[in-house]
């Protein structure tokens, strides 16, 4: 792949950077590959150059690149996506594993933060039963131990042994619960975003 000439010094270190940075995130990749993508990037790069304007070289470039999204973003999906179609062609268990792995970590959060998601609307819905159903929902003990969370079938006051901590504080402490829960979860999705930038 021939690189692009700059005029201006700060234009060639930001190119460069974003060149090095493309060519970190598809090391795992073919040669073939990773030069495809090089040369996908670089064209653009080059034809977005070509358009007539007035603005200076280095506001032109970092236009561009912003455009084109961080490659830490932008080609996670696209190396997971190539490194899985090499495994599939050479059924080599290195690619495969590595095709695993790339798939899985970058799902893996998305999964965890939509468990975290789910978990929310249950303590929402533990709220709206409580108040309908104050004897089955609670912090349940059984002789000093924790025994049961949540909405219980079973009818639990019957038993002298098990008794429910939290009472009425049960709402407030699950409205607490689920406050705190839906800012960690949106303070996770911005770092998770920050971090792939």
């Known amino acids: 792949m021939k690189r692009i000439t700059f005029k201006n010094k700060t234009a060639s270190k930001i190119y460069e950077d974003y060149i090095r940075r493309i060519e970190r995130m598809t090391t795992s990749l073919s040669a073939e590959d990773r030069n ?23 506001d032109r470039l970092l236009a561009i690149l912003q455009n084109l999204g961080a490659p830490e973003q932008v080609l996670l999906p696209m190396v997971a996506r190539r490194k899985l179609n090499q495994a599939t062609k050479t059924f080599n268990p290195v690619h495969v594993f590595k095709a695993l792995a ?15 998601y789910l978990m929310l609307f249950a303590f929402i819905f533990l709220i709206g039963a409580k ?10 003990y059984k ?3 924790f025994f049961y969370f949540g909405y219980n079938t079973t009818a639990t006051t019957e038993n002298p042994n098990v008794n429910e ?3 009425n504080w049960f709402i407030p402490v699950m409205l607490l619960t689920v406050i705190v829960l839906y800012f960690a979860i949106t303070f ?3 770092l998770k975003r920050q971090y792939l930038k």
Do not use: C
């Open 131 to 140: 108040l309908f159903d104050p004897k089955r929902v609670g912090m349940f």
């Open 188 to 190: 996770g999705l911005r």
């Open 36 to 58: 495809d993508i090089l040369m996908e990037f670089n064209s653009h790069i080059y034809e977005s150059l070509q358009q007539p304007t007035n603005e200076a070289e280095t």
């Open 143 to 145: 002789e000093s131990r």
């Open 165 to 167: 901590m939290l009472g």
């Open 102 to 116: 790339l798939n899985i970590t970058n799902g893996i959060s998305y999964l965890i933060f939509s468990i975290l």
